[in-house]
Each structure stands twice: as structure tokens, then as C-alpha cells.
């Protein structure tokens, strides 16, 4: 069969699990947050990555289900490193969000209860959206305001690679903002990305929303992001997406 009609199977049959990327502090590199990152364990083709996937479920619309099975398992994670690992544990989870899924009637009532199912505090909870998922839809807007009035934060993924990231700073109560790994590559090497970068640490600071940047892959490049200002990172000089065994390792405190 087609990997996109055994993709609706694969969520009943436990064939999907979560690894968990960690944001890391960029001056200490501790982890103060993961982000959630889906794969499917085909029983043929072995782990399948979302980009192989995801597009095709937001095409069918099943990526409302697979994302509220992800939701849920995120919360759950989230919920036991708090209750295992303590003030070690990561403050919050971040989990991917479709635009599909933000424009789904059921969608708020879905978030609130897969933290409710965990037991866990809205304010553990970051939902990561892309300007293209939300520009233009106002039901996607209005959903965004609900879950920030629950005190779930949302960050603007991929920030800087869409078309109007700048009005839905206006329109959309976001909490922070993920510098798309993009200008991240060459920032040591390319005037016009550190201008990039720069010109949205600015930004970020004076709308007091907090900066992630994606994708760092060299020393050279986090000490060029903390020189400009960005206090938060994510990419493979610290971690790879992590199964939550290897999450609880780097947080537990050293013996
Ligand atoms: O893990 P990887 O780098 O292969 O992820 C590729 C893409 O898949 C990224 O854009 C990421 O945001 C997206 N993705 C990963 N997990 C999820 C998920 O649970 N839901 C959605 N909607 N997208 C996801
Ligand atoms: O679109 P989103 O930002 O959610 O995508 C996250 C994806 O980025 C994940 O699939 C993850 O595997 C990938 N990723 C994370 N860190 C790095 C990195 O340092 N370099 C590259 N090339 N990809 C990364
Ligand atoms: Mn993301
Ligand atoms: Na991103």
C-alpha cells in the first residue's frame, strides 16, 4: 500500500514515536527546553522522517490526528522528566503545529486536553507555528489568542523565510521567535545573513519576545549569535534530536 493510507494505520498500531531536540542556553549550553520531532517506525522501510510524511497527512487531513497524538505524547514526556528529574528537568516542551491543524474547530479543546491527560501546567507548553500556516486565516489567529489566554506560549518557526512574518507580529500573540536555520549557515562567512540576524535579535528585544536560533553547527557560529544578542539555540553542536532517556542524561546533574 502507499505510505500515506498505512500512515493511518501507523498511529493505531504504535508505530510513531517522539524525539525531543533540545534549546539549549547559549551561554552555558545547558538544555532549558526540547522540541518534539515525530518519526514513524515503518515495519519495511525502518524510520521514516516527518518531511517524508507530514506533507501527505496535511494534504488527507489525518495530520489532525497525528497531531494530537503527538500533542499528547509531548505532554506526557514533559510532565514525567518533571516529576523524575525535578529543577533538572527541561522548563517546557515545544511541539510542531500544521496549519491544519490550527484551523480545526476541535483544536483548543484538543491542546487543553492532552495537558490536562498529562497533568501538565499550560505554561510548560510551546506550540511552533509557521507564518504560512497562519497568514491570512483568521480562525488560525483567533486560536492562537485562545491558547495564549490559557498561557500557552507559541513560538514563529522557520522566522524569516515566509512571506509577512512582520504583520503577524501584529496580528498574532506570539512569545518567541525561532531564527530559521538558514541565516544561521553562513552567518560567520555572510555580511547579509549577520545583518539578518542582527536586524531580528533587534526586533525581538524591542517586541520583548525571546529568540531562538536554529541549526547551529559550529562553535564559530554560537559565539557570533551571543555576540549579537541571542540567548537561546538549537542544533547539532549541542544535540541531535534525542530519545527521552538520553534528554534525562544531559539533565541530570553531574555525580
Ligand atoms: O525532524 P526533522 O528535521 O526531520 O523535521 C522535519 C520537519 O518536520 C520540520 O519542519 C519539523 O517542523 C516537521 N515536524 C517534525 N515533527 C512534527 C510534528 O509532530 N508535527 C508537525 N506538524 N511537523 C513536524
Ligand atoms: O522546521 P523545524 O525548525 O521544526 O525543523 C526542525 C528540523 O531541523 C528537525 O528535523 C531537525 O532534525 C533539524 N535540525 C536541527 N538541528 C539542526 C542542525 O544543526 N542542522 C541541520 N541541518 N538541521 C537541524
Ligand atoms: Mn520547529
Ligand atoms: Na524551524
Not at 526540547?34 to 514513524?40: F, K
Not at 518557526?157 to 518567541?176: E, H, I, K, M, R
Not at 555572510?190 to 524591542?206: D, P
Amino acid at each position: 500500500a502507499e505510505l500515506g493510507a498505512q500512515l493511518r494505520d501507523a498511529i493505531e498500531l504504535g508505530q510513531l514515536f517522539l524525539l525531543y531536540q533540545p534549546i539549549v542556553r547559549l551561554d552555558d549550553g545547558r538544555t532549558t527546553a526540547t522540541e518534539a520531532l515525530v518519526r514513524w517506525r515503518h515495519p519495511e522501510r525502518g524510520v521514516v522522517p516527518p518531511c517524508d510524511f507530514i506533507p501527505a497527512a496535511e494534504q488527507t487531513g489525518l495530520i489532525v490526528a497525528l497531531g494530537r497524538w503527538v500533542l499528547r505524547e509531548a505532554c506526557r514526556q514533559q510532565a514525567r522528566w518533571l516529576r523524575d528529574l525535578g529543577d533538572e528537568a527541561p522548563q517546557s516542551v515545544s511541539v510542531n503545529v500544521a496549519g491544519r491543524q490550527l484551523t480545526d474547530p476541535q483544536f483548543v479543546a484538543d491542546v487543553v486536553a492532552a495537558l490536562d491527560d498529562a497533568g501538565l501546567d499550560a505554561g510548560r507548553l510551546t506550540l511552533e507555528v509557521t507564518e504560512t500556516a497562519v497568514l491570512d486565516r483568521a480562525e488560525a489567529i483567533a486560536a492562537l489568542h485562545a491558547l495564549r489566554g490559557l498561557r500557552v506560549k507559541l513560538a514563529l518557526d522557520d522566522f524569516g523565510t515566509a512571506a509577512s512574518s512582520l504583520g503577524l507580529l501584529l496580528t498574532c500573540p506570539v512569545t518567541s521567535l525561532k531564527l530559521d536555520r538558514t541565516f544561521v549557515d553562513g552567518i560567520t562567512t555572510v555580511a547579509r545573513q549577520e545583518a539578518v540576524a542582527t536586524a531580528v535579535i533587534r526586533m525581538a528585544q524591542a517586541l520583548e519576545l525571546s529568540a531562538v536560533a536554529e541549526g547551529i553547527e559550529t562553535e564559530a557560529q554560537a559565539r557570533m549569535l551571543r555576540s549579537l544578542g541571542y540567548r537561546f539555540g538549537q542544533g547539532y553542536l549541542y544535540a541531535r534530536p534525542l530519545a527521552p532517556h538520553d534528554v534525562a542524561a544531559l539533565s541530570a546533574p553531574a555525580l
